[in-house]
């Protein structure tokens, strides 16, 4: 879920949110969690769903409190998962974080510190890991494999 508000999610300062997802599973599950949530603290949330395409065209507007989306790694290495966050910070911790990161690169950072000030700093909010490596025809089996960093490598 990436955060567009850059406020406390329980100190909004407006009565009615904005959430974008597309319509597929499970963000229909997450935007009505978040839509109980918000609503148990006096807060309206408008529901803005639709296809892929539609998604994709609202995405680029930036007119939306919360969106939820699907963010797929380039590799499975730890280094291109924190590189990858680099633009979910607004300006004013992206530099910290960069002097962090090259830290941690060095040695001189811990991962925990990383994480944390991702948690604390930056507008992704992340709700778990979607496992999408799978064959959809038995024939294939034996011949197309799929590696650790979703590298497809045909025998």
Known sequence: IEKLIPENVYNIP??????LYADYY???KIAYSIFEFYKAKNLDVDLYTGNFDFFLKEYDKNKYDIVINIISPITKHLLDYFIEKISFFEK?????????????????ETKRNLVEYISKYSLILEVGN????????DKYVNKIYIDDNDNIIIK
């Open 92 to 108: 004013d911790y992206l530099d910290e974080y960069i002097i962090m990161l090259n830290k941690w690169i060095e040695g001189e």
């Open 26 to 28: 499970p963000n229909n």
């Open 14 to 19: 407006k009565n009615t949110i904005k959430l």
């Open 130 to 137: 979607l496992k999408h490596n799978y064959l959809l025809n």
